[in-house]
Every structure is written in C-alpha cells, then in structure tokens.
C-alpha cells in the first residue's frame, strides 16, 4: 500500500483518507469557516461569509482558508508565504484569540461551532485579512534593529560567552508577526505607542554584549509612546507564537532605562 502523496500541495489537498484499508487514514469532519471579509471596492462596509468545508485533522486554519480560496471564492484575500510558521506573514485572530494561520491545527479548535476568522486589531484594513503593516515596521525601524559596534573591524569573530548570549536569546527568537502588538489595549487606543514588537527587538540588541548602541536605544524607548506606556497586561505574551517572554523583555528595558546597566 502506497500513501498518495501530492507535490507541493498542502494538506487539505492530498487525498489521505482514501489510504487502502484505513492504516495510516486520516480522520475527516466538517467545519464552518466564518471570515470577516473587507473590500472598499465591493462595498463600504465589512461584511461576514461562511463556508460549509470537510477538512482533515492534519489540517491547519491555513488549509482551510486555502480551500476556499482555491475551489471556491478567488476573491478572499490574506498573507502567507511559508506556511510553517517562519515568515511571520499570517497573524490573524482566530476565534477572538491572535495566532498564526499555519500554526493553528482545526483539530484543536471547537469546530463544533464556527471557525471565526478577522484581521488583527489596531492597523488599518487593506483587504479581508491584509491590515497596512507601516505602523508597526516603522516603529521597528526607529529602534535601529542591526548590531551597531564602533570599535575597529576585527579580524576574527566577536567573541561572546555563552552567559553574555543567553541574556538575549529568548528575543532573537522574534519573527515579526505583531500578534504581540496588535493584541495590546494600549497600542488599540494609541497607534503611536512603539509597541511589544519594537520593544522585543530593541531588547535583541540592547543586551547584546558585543553591541554600542545600547544607549540610544534605551533613549529611544524613554519616550512618552515608549515603554512606560507599557500597562503589563500580558496579552502580548500570551499572543506570541514563538513563546518569547514578551512582558518581561519590556520589564528588562524599563529596567535599563532606570539603571542603565545592561
Ligand atoms: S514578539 Fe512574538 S508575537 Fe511579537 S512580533 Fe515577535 S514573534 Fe510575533
Ligand atoms: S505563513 Fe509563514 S508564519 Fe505562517
């Protein structure tokens, strides 16, 4: 018995419940997919479509969504690109709760009721689930997220000690998704409040030994839509698909600011 096996396709096109005599066959169920869909070109105001789908429990949100952009309606518009959680382009909030697209297994949502799918909160709607992401890459830029050193250029590698690198590895694990950002209250009521993201990876290089510009960083975050706007209501933390302890980076800046030891 062979495993049909289709190149390049995801999940919810490969036919594994057809396997032979049922070893190895993936359990099939129906699901409501629920979209909360935008396009200023086709009307003014947001609307909602639902789609009856039969999925496979190896399926992710992101199949699902694929489905219907593939077989039914061409129209519905979001943003992936690898599908494995890497590339940070498929935040969404999926049942009131932000997540990634292609991390989310249907499996491990209710699917006895709809699936509930909306762009994240705080940047403006572009189309369906593709909000205006300047916001919050500009607010990235201004923390200056490249390693700056003014010492001589060396002629080996900068050394660090493995202590000095654990001080900021947990920040390096940031893909920029902004599942953080756009999940915080205070970023929702003040769009120029630099936000978790921003915070995260000025953290990255703050605390990096090998880095100058830790100063001007901390100077940059000492502003009044900089950390203390910071209200630790942990959403961010909990909203962060790589389990970066989002809360405590910022806890650390603050810290710094008022010690400047780092
Ligand atoms: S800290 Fe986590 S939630 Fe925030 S942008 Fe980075 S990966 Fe996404
Ligand atoms: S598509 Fe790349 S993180 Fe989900």
Redesign the pocket.
């Known amino acids: 018995m062979s495993t049909p096996t289709v190149e390049n396709e995801p999940a919810s096109k490969i036919d594994l419940a057809e396997s032979g005599d049922g070893a190895g066959a993936v359990e099939s169920f129906d699901i409501t997919l629920k979209i909360r869909r935008y396009d200023p070109e086709r009307a003014e105001d947001a609307w909602w479509d639902e789609w009856q789908l039969t999925m496979y429990g190896t399926d992710r949100v992101?199949d699902a969504m694929h489905k219907v952009k593939w077989e039914i309606d061409g129209t519905l518009t979001f943003r992936?690109?690898?599908?494995?959680?890497?590339?940070?382009?498929?935040a969404m909030r999926i049942n009131g709760r932000n997540r990634?697209?292609?991390?989310t297994l249907l499996k491990d949502l209710d699917t006895s009721k709809p699936i509930v799918v909306e762009a994240i909160k705080g940047l403006p709607i572009e189309k369906d689930l593709i909000v205006d992401m300047e916001p919050f890459f500009q607010s990235y830029r201004e923390i200056m997220p490249f390693f700056i050193n003014n010492s001589p250029e060396p002629t080996a590698e900068r050394l660090q000690s493995p202590e000095d690198r654990e001080r900021f590895d947990d920040t390096t694990k940031c893909?920029l998704?902004a599942a953080c950002t756009s999940s915080c209250p205070v970023f929702w009521t003040d769009g120029q409040y630099f936000g978790p993201a921003a915070i995260v990876n000025a953290h990255r290089f703050i605390f990096d030994s090998r880095d100058d510009a830790g100063d001007l960083r901390l100077e940059v975050l000492n502003d009044k839509e900089g950390v203390w706007r910071c209200r630790t209501t942990f959403n961010c933390t909990e909203a962060c698909p790589r389990g970066i302890e989002v809360t405590k980076a910022i806890s650390e800046v603050k810290t710094a600011i008022l010690t400047r030891s780092f």
């Open positions: 992101l992936r690109s690898c599908a494995h959680g890497i590339c940070g382009s498929d990634l697209a292609c991390k893909i998704c």
